[in-house]
Every structure is written in structure tokens, then in C-alpha cells.
């Protein structure tokens, strides 16, 4: 399970400042803890929230019984439990940190890892988000600079989203990034003058 941390931070900075009209339906896709869903159903949202790791299936249903709001949440593999569904809000915060091939996400590393380029998980949103969303709808997603958010971008357009990054920030490596620093910069991902990494908030909007 994942543990709140700035890229959460980041993302719930842009869910404040995203207009929300009460029973708005907002979708929490890789909900962890159950952060942001709270942070939504405070603000008078019906919030559904999905997540594959039963240990944060519970946590976050724990989390939303002790905050005092109602949030419906789900096991499953990212849209899977709400095919055939709208929403007029997703957020996302996805694994999006690049892994050496080979490493296959164990335990809590399902969390973060994604794949050799980082975007196992993105890319899969990116296709199938857009179907989810009703005119006028909005995706927030949060994830590293690492893992080619003009990618994301391009894809989201070329589904016919307006799509932008609207937030950034810088923080300093944590422990799974140190941990495989050698490896990001032999890959060119990180230069020998990086120090930091970055995070960005891509908005994507249906047009109506």
C-alpha cells in the first residue's frame, strides 16, 4: 500500500482548486490510503475509489469510516470495477517510477514501480480514462518527470482531452530512487547534475 507522500500532496493541491459541484461522482483509481477520495466526499462528492491491494482496500474504508464521510471502494485492477460507469472527476496517482527490466513489482514496490520507461500503468489510463469521463469531465493525474509526462500529454489529446500540466514540484530523491540512481542516470533518464526529481499534475479535460 501506498503511504501519502508529495506526490499526494501535489494532487490533492489540484483537486482544491478544481471546481466540484455537490453529488459531482469522482472516481479514485489507485486510491491507497484513501487520501484524495477523503479529501472528495469532504467537499460533498460521491466518491467510488479502487485499488488491487486488499491491504489498502481496507485501510482506506478504515480511513474514510474514522474521517466521517462515505466513500465506496473497490478491489480491482485500475477501471475494472466500474466499466459502464461516467465520472465528472478521476483522480489518479499511478506507479510511475521506471524499474530495470526483469524487476517484477513485489508487495509494497506495486506501489511505484512501472515498468522500464514508467508508464506500464500510464499508458493504460491514458487509453482508457477518456471512456469514463462525462463532457465536461476532468482527470487529474500526478506522476514523475521521469516517466515522460509529454507522452502523456500527447496521448490524452490524441483521445480529445484538453490536456496540460498544471502543477510541478521539485523534491529530493527518496529511498526508492537512491536506490536505483546508478541505474536512471547510465539510462540517461537522470543527468550527473540531478539531484531532484520532478512532479507534475496533468489535467485532462472532455470537452462538452
Given at each position: 500500500m501506498y503511504i501519502p507522500q508529495e506526490d499526494t500532496a501535489l494532487l490533492a493541491g489540484a483537486l482544491s482548486e478544481e471546481p466540484l459541484a455537490p453529488?459531482?461522482?469522482?472516481?479514485?483509481?489507485?486510491?491507497g490510503s484513501g487520501a484524495l477520495a477523503i479529501e472528495a466526499a469532504r467537499r460533498g462528492a460521491?466518491?467510488?475509489?479502487?485499488?488491487?491491494s486488499w491491504r489498502a482496500v481496507c485501510t482506506a474504508r478504515l480511513n474514510a469510516r474514522v474521517a466521517g464521510v462515505s466513500?465506496?471502494?473497490?478491489?480491482?485492477?485500475?477501471?475494472?470495477?466500474?466499466?459502464?460507469?461516467?465520472?465528472?472527476?478521476?483522480?489518479?496517482?499511478?506507479?510511475y517510477v521506471p524499474s530495470p527490466a526483469g524487476l517484477r513489482p513485489r508487495g509494497r514496490a506495486r506501489a511505484w514501480?512501472?515498468?522500464?520507461?514508467?508508464?506500464?500503468?500510464?499508458?493504460r489510463i491514458c487509453r482508457e480514462a477518456p471512456t469514463l469521463l462525462r463532457p465536461g469531465g476532468v482527470m487529474?493525474?500526478?506522476?514523475?518527470?521521469?516517466?515522460?509526462p509529454g507522452r502523456t500529454l500527447d496521448h490524452l489529446?490524441?483521445?480529445?482531452?484538453?490536456?496540460?500540466?498544471?502543477?510541478?514540484?521539485?523534491?529530493?530523491?527518496?529511498p526508492v530512487l537512491r536506490?536505483?540512481?546508478?541505474?536512471?542516470?547510465?539510462?540517461?533518464?537522470?543527468?550527473?547534475?540531478?539531484?531532484?526529481?520532478?512532479?507534475?499534475?496533468v489535467r485532462a479535460e472532455l470537452p462538452v
Open positions: 453529488g459531482a461522482d469522482v472516481l479514485d483509481v489507485g486510491t460521491r466518491v467510488t475509489a479502487v485499488d488491487v466513500v465506496r471502494i473497490r478491489r480491482g485492477n485500475l477501471f475494472a470495477p466500474v466499466r459502464g460507469r461516467s465520472f465528472d472527476l478521476i483522480l489518479t496517482n499511478p506507479p514501480d512501472a515498468g522500464h520507461d514508467g508508464r506500464v500503468v500510464l499508458d487529474l493525474m500526478v506522476h514523475s518527470g521521469l516517466s515522460d489529446r490524441s483521445a480529445g482531452l484538453k490536456a496540460s500540466v498544471t502543477r510541478r514540484s521539485r523534491i529530493s530523491f527518496g536506490g536505483r540512481e546508478n541505474w536512471l542516470r547510465g539510462r540517461g533518464l537522470l543527468s550527473p547534475a540531478d539531484e531532484q526529481e520532478e512532479l507534475v499534475v
